[in-house]
């Protein structure tokens, strides 16, 4: 039998680990006991060598990723069926699971269902795989056995989809591809949700083909849309948009600097309806978009992608979120309503409200808050790893 690496912890780092922090840094280690490579599964253990839990180890900032407190085998099936069982119940208690009008959700979000390092996305009868670390793509296989076991008749396919997450040296040698099964249509698959229909093509598209998260922020903004002229920005698949058009809205413009997004946008509208003459998409960037536009838009989407994915960028991405929320808030007509995001993990909730306060008192506008958003039941957060709440967003009335 293959021995366990050993990670020992120094004198008063395994606190967090003992109250379900889900990450080890490479501070916290003491000493090795066994040579862990990347990927490897290792035990980690307090200075006296009483076992705290197992994860997988890598050489970095984050140097294992605790997949269970306490003692578990991580390459036994029945592990990853019961994981990713619970990861189904939650589901089926959000209302998600098994739902009419919806047919897909996320049914692992990391370290918020306590499996660091992996998003599985369900979209109909196909899961998509992202794995963000070696030591979870190297169990991709039993994960996908596992989900066929959870998901009995309703999984026609698994397909990974971690080549992009996976660190670079790794990825070289990997490729994308269907680990079981294969698709039910040739192309981008149709999807439901809250009883709108999206095309997603998770072979070629960002992450694993669509945002899942902003699903009950698109349903929200239905509420508002009805008879009213619409901004959807960083439009990518044309989510807020199609959810507007449902909702009635007079008219939509949709904005995207990438063609294939566009494309995208254009085939879930028709999906929905024709709703000819009251869809228009335009391929540019979204800043110039909005200081050349006279439109007075009287609901507006401002949802761009991470601004910072690392602690050093986040001046520059509040300086960048600033300036794109000084232009939306120009453009909002009096009375108007916009809905604005972040979601980069580094600015967190304080400092996101505190850049769109600024951007408010540079455009001189009163602004009130109607509603704090973030994202939906199936992208959990753990008590233990209050960094999985990294989405937050904002309702605001502008005068």
């Not at 069926?81 to 098994?98: C, P």
């Not at 694993?208 to 929200?220: K, W």
């Not at 507006?300 to 600033?322: C, E, L, T, W």
């Not at 790893?385 to 009335?397: A, W």
Request: charged share 20%.
């Amino acid at each position: 039998m293959m021995t366990v690496p050993k990670i020992f912890l120094k004198p008063g780092k395994e606190e967090p680990v003992r109250r379900f922090h889900p990450w080890v840094f490479s501070g916290a280690i003491q000493r090795q006991e066994g040579h862990a490579q990347d990927g490897d599964v290792v035990e980690v253990l307090d200075r006296n060598g009483r076992l705290l839990g197992l994860g997988h180890f890598h050489h970095g900032s984050i140097a294992v990723r605790l997949l269970h407190f306490g003692e578990a085998d991580l390459n036994s099936p029945g592990f990853w069926v019961r994981k990713l069982t619970t990861a189904l119940q939650v589901r089926q208690t959000a209302g998600l699971a098994g739902s009419a009008g919806t047919n897909c959700y996320r049914l692992v979000h990391g370290e918020g269902d306590g499996l660091s390092g992996l998003v599985a996305d369900r979209y109909g009868d196909t899961v998509v795989l992202q794995c963000h670390s070696i030591g979870m793509h190297r169990q991709r296989l039993l994960i996908a056995e596992a989900l066929q076991q959870v998901l009995g008749k309703e999984l026609r396919a698994v397909y990974d989809k971690s080549k992009e997450a996976l660190p670079p040296k790794y990825a070289e040698a990997m490729d994308n591809g269907y680990l079981l099964g294969e698709p039910s249509e040739a192309g981008p698959a149709t999807v439901l949700e809250n009883d709108v229909a999206f095309k997603v093509d998770w072979v070629t598209g960002q992450k694993t083909g669509f945002f899942l998260d902003q699903r009950d922020n698109r349903q929200l903004l239905a509420r508002f849309a009805r008879d009213k002229t619409v901004l959807n920005t960083f439009c990518y698949t044309g989510g807020f948009s199609a959810y507007a058009l449902r909702a009635g809205a007079r008219l939509v413009h949709s904005v995207d600097v990438s063609a294939r997004a566009m494309e995208l946008t254009a085939a879930n509208v028709a999906l929905n309806a024709p709703f000819a003459g009251q869809h228009e998409g335009f391929t540019e960037d979204v800043l110039p978009f909005l200081k050349r536009s006279e439109e007075p838009y009287e609901v507006m989407i401002v949802d761009p992608p991470a601004f910072a994915k690392s602690i050093d960028k986040r001046h520059n991405a509040v300086q960048g979120y600033k300036r794109l929320n000084e232009a939306a808030l120009r453009r909002v007509a009096p009375g108007g309503i916009l809905f604005t995001f972040s979601c980069s993990q580094v600015v967190d909730r304080e400092l996101f409200y505190h850049t769109i306060v600024a951007a408010a008192m540079e455009v001189k506008r009163p602004v009130r808050v109607l509603h704090h958003l973030t994202q939906g039941a199936d992208h959990p957060v753990s008590l233990f790893h209050p960094e999985g709440s990294y989405l937050k967003g904002l309702v605001l009335y502008v005068e």
